[in-house]
Structure formats: C-alpha cells, structure tokens
C-alpha cells in the first residue's frame, strides 16, 4: 500500500497543478453562475484583487480557497488531482448544464465522460504542450473551461477524434500505448474515485471495483463482472443500443484500436506496479470481430 501512494506523490506534477488553480476557481464560479464580487465578498476580499486571482497575477491564500471550496460545494483536493469532480454519474441533470460549452457534434446523447478520456488528453499535452491543446479545442468549437471538470459528460464522436489527431500526428500506437497509459492508475485520471482504488491491493479486485464504477466513466457500453475468485475475473462489455449511430468500427484510421486501448488500459490499471506484470488478459469475445459483446478473462 505505501508503495502505491509514494509512487503517486512522486508522479504527481503538484506545481502543474498550482498553476492550474487560476482557470479552476473561474470555471466554477462561472459554471455556478456566481459573479466575482459575489466570490469576493465571501473570501473577504474585493472584487479587484478576485480579479486578479483569476488572472494568475495575485495568489489565492489558503484560508481563502477552503472559504471558496466552501462556498462553491467543491473538493479541496482537487487542486492536487488538477480538475473538480463533483463525483455525478452519468446521465443525471448536472452532467448536461455544460451544454453551452460543446459543439453540437459532441453533445448529442452524451454518454462519455472526460473522466474516461483523461489519459488521451494527458497523452496529448505531454506531447504537444498547453498552447497546441488549446489550438485544437478552438478549433473543433471546445472549451477549455469544460476540461476543468471530470465528470463532464460529451458524446463519443469527442474520444474518436482525439484518438484519430493522436495516431494521424502525435505518434499514439500500439506500442506507444504503454507510455500512454503508464500511470492509469493514478488518482489524477480518476478524481475522488481514484484514492478509492488506492486502498485496493488485490490487481482483479481494484478491476471489478472500476467496472462497477462505469457510472462514471461511460454509458455506451454496459459494464458487467461475470465471474470474480481469487484467480480470475471475467468481464463483460456491451454495446448500448442507443449509441449505435457512431460506427467507429468501420474507420480506417481507428480499425480496432480501441479494443486495444481498451485491454491495455484495464491491464495497466490492475497494476500499479507492473514492472513485473502477473496478469494475463485474454480477450474471450470480440464486438469489433462482430460477437454481440467483449468478453475479458484477466487471470494471475
């Protein structure tokens, strides 16, 4: 166990995050509505110096920003995770109110959350920095205040092409998909859920624990745990009938890299030391080889 968590502080990027805390606290007094005097006036400054908080050249005190996580029903933590999570599953109101900050092509039926994408969009800023994220979001109509929130929920058309940009130009393959999804297992690409698998020590376990937390990461595929024992974990995905309309199987770009994405990252998830792997992932059932549903058989 204390590995894990020593192996956590020390992958977290903490002054990253830091200087993250601008964007944050505007993306959510802005997403509650809240004006910056209204802010102001409850941390007990005026609404000059709020301003210039959000603006980066004025600190936040600590005493100010347990007022403001008070004030707006937020997490302190999340300026160590680097994104709010309000911890909503899918498919509720609040997931919706971030309707005006997607383009039409990635609102329709929803389905995904950015908790599920996180590690592409990590991916991404790794290789091309936060000026070229912010590029590509402007240019597919996207805001980066939507990004500042983890349960968020798009559609699936936004996971494709990502994942498309990636391999056409940023070098994402199937061997690249172990630096890809290397740290998965940190709490950063999890929010409050994250501390959650944190405590779970057994590799199939901490698995059946993230299928039954499906609820928060996508709705187009229904998750279920078939069979558990002390050596084996069997999981079933299936399509959702609602969710047909994106056809990404039949993309020449993607072919069935999603399926492989998919297994790698259950694989790098069960293990957050896996320098010395001891699961197996056999992929029993295959929806993109045309079965009705993925079946997975992870054993140690």
């Known amino acids: 166990m204390f590995q894990f968590f020593f192996r956590f502080i020390m992958a977290t990027d903490f002054s990253k995050n830091i200087s993250k805390l601008p964007s944050l606290i505007r993306s959510v007094r802005k997403n509650l509505g809240l004006s910056q005097t209204e802010v102001a006036q409850v941390i007990g400054i005026d609404q000059s110096a709020y301003s210039r908080i959000e603006k980066g050249s004025q600190k936040l005190l600590i005493e100010q920003w347990f007022l403001f996580c008070e004030l707006t029903q937020i997490s302190p933590d999340c300026v160590m995770l680097g994104y709010v999570d309000y911890l909503r599953p899918l498919g509720t109101l609040e997931t919706y109110l971030n309707k005006k900050m997607l383009p039409q092509k990635y609102l329709t039926h929803g389905g995904t959350s950015l908790r599920k994408v996180l590690p592409l969009v990590d991916y991404f800023h790794k290789k091309v920095g936060e000026k070229k994220w912010n590029d590509y979001l402007n240019s597919h109509g996207l805001s980066s205040d939507f990004f500042n ?143 009705a549903e993925c079946i997975y058989q992870m054993t140690l």
């Open 149 to 291: 929130f983890i349960d968020h929920e798009m559609n699936l058309n936004f996971e494709v092409d990502l994942t498309k940009e990636l391999i056409q130009h940023h070098g994402l393959n199937r061997q690249s998909l172990d630096q890809a999804l290397d740290l998965v297992w940190m709490p950063k690409f999890h929010g409050q859920l994250g501390y959650q698998y944190l405590s779970i020590t057994d590799p199939l376990e901490r698995v059946r624990s993230l299928v039954s937390n499906q609820r928060f990461y996508e709705t187009a595929f229904q998750f279920e745990t078939l069979h558990i024992s002390a050596k084996k974990l069997e999981v079933a995905l299936a399509r959702d009938s609602s969710f047909e309309q994106f056809d990404y199987r039949s993309d020449s770009i993607l072919g069935d890299f999603l399926c492989q994405y998919r297994k790698k990252y259950l694989l790098k998830f069960a293990e957050p030391n896996h320098d010395q792997p001891k699961i197996k992932l056999k992929e029993l059932q295959c929806q993109f080889k045309g079965s």
